[in-house]
């Protein structure tokens, strides 16, 4: 009888844990879209769509869309929306830690690098383009990131939503990666040392 009570209890925790972890586990609601904007379809293939979300097996989530409009107004939705919401703005990726996020410094000009040519044969000249990345992260490390192009008053953008496991594991992911890429380049470092050396007292 206690056994029995002892399991009986253990499932119980078992299911309030997952209660409680479940709504937090995909959270595609978190993907904030102006109201305006055309959601457009995902690459990947996900388990679910949820509002015009991808929901997939792994507990993220995502979204595409594009807009007319200006882009600095599009941002500024995003923004205010988390921080509605009391998400902390990440000065620099998540993934990539050396690189910023466009809170200071805003859309930065990118090289289209495409020639368009009309039916004439003649150079189409194109409006610039615009990029901005957003990132924001809650108290349980969960982060949210946006990726925007804007080309004269057209804005394409996509959003992702990244639980805190999978933070982790990406992180975890990319530096065994970079580890091993450095031991491979000291081993082949020291191996070229030790052949150069071996060269140079050669006894022939």
């Given amino acids: 009888m206690w056994i029995s009570q002892q399991v009986l209890t253990l499932m119980t925790l078992a299911t309030l844990a997952a209660s409680c972890t479940t709504p937090a586990a995909s959270r595609p609601d978190l993907l904030f879209v102006p109201a305006n904007a055309t959601l457009l379809p995902d690459l990947p293939r996900p388990i679910a769509l949820r509002d015009g979300r991808s929901v997939y097996e792994d507990g993220s989530a995502a979204v595409r869309f594009e807009i007319t409009g200006d882009r600095d107004d599009v941002t500024n939705q995003i923004i205010r929306y988390f921080e509605k919401l009391e998400w902390r703005q990440r000065p620099t990726q998540y993934m990539n830690t050396h690189i910023a996020t466009s809170f200071d410094a805003g859309w930065q000009g990118q090289c289209a690098c495409i020639l368009v040519l009309d039916a004439q044969g003649n150079p189409v000249v194109r409006p610039k383009l615009y990029r901005w990345q957003g990132g924001w992260e809650n108290k349980s490390g969960d982060v949210v990131t946006y990726s925007l192009y804007a ?54």
């Avoid at 020291?190 to 050669?202: A, E, I, P």
């Fill in 151 to 204: 080309e004269g008053g057209h804005v394409r953008g996509s959003a992702s939503y990244v639980p805190i496991r999978l933070v982790r594991a990406s992180i975890r992911r990319k530096s065994r990666y970079q580890y091993q890429r450095t031991s491979v380049g000291r081993l082949t470092s020291l191996g070229g040392y030790f052949v150069s050396r071996t060269k140079d007292h050669d006894p022939r």
